[in-house]
């Protein structure tokens, strides 16, 4: 059965860079029909969607976050990535990694992990 | 970026209760459309895709209809760990995925 898990610092400081992966078990991140995505919500608020990668290295950013998004992809650790530069409050939030395919939206998610940006 | 408007924000409903959340997008996503349930402290899952295929798993007395602008999650009869909030989400490749803002249902 396929499980995303999220692993992340927790506490950033503001103006600074995150970087948080997600580690996907029990089956193959190299695969062609899935994309990898990350998603956030900040705290009593609704869910946003930050961007997507594919195995091939393939990416698709949201528009609002294009500017201070990465997202890298490691085969070999069935591993991928999220970078956030230039942090401030508002991206104080739980973030989410979850699978996505074009036909079954996002239908496997990671449990969450919260997030603090504090000066 | 295409909008998704749900209504109500808030149902107060009962156990046994037949409850229906819609969900409207901005413009035309086909049946792109797809419903999510969130409890406290969980992630989101997946209900419903391509507007009324229901996912693996999850039980019959939740349905999705609709296409084009104008969606809708029923459910048929309320059990008592349907009590949480739903999403909608729209996942037309030609635009970024949006959410809408969510329909928390309250035991009444």
């Known amino acids: 059965q396929l499980q995303l898990q999220e692993s992340g610092p927790g506490l950033v400081k503001t103006s600074e860079t995150l970087s948080l992966t997600c580690t996907v078990s029990g089956g193959s991140i190299s695969t062609t029909d899935y994309y990898w995505g990350w998603i956030r919500q900040p705290p009593g608020k609704g869910l946003e969607w930050i961007g997507s990668i594919h195995y091939s290295a393939y990416t698709y950013y949201n528009p609002s976050l294009k500017s201070r998004v990465s997202m890298s992809i490691d085969t070999s650790k069935n591993q991928f990535s999220l970078n956030l530069n230039s942090l401030t409050a508002a991206d104080t939030a739980v973030y989410y990694c979850a699978r996505y395919s074009g036909d079954l939206a996002f239908d496997i998610w990671g449990q969450g992990t919260m997030l603090t940006v504090s000066s | 970026d295409i909008q998704m408007t749900q209504s109500p924000s808030t149902l107060s409903a009962s156990v046994g209760d037949r409850v229906t959340i819609t969900c409207r997008a901005s413009?035309?996503?086909?049946?792109?459309l797809a419903w999510y349930q969130q409890k406290p402290g969980k992630a989101p899952k997946l209900l419903i895709y391509e507007a009324s295929s229901l996912e693996s798993g999850v039980p019959s007395r939740f349905s999705g209809s609709g296409s084009g602008t104008e969606f809708t999650l029923t459910i048929s009869r309320l059990q008592p760990d349907d009590f949480a909030t739903y999403y909608c989400q729209q996942y037309n490749g030609y635009s970024p995925y949006t959410f809408g803002q969510g329909t928390k249902l309250e035991i009444k």
């Open positions: 413009q035309s996503i086909s049946n792109w």
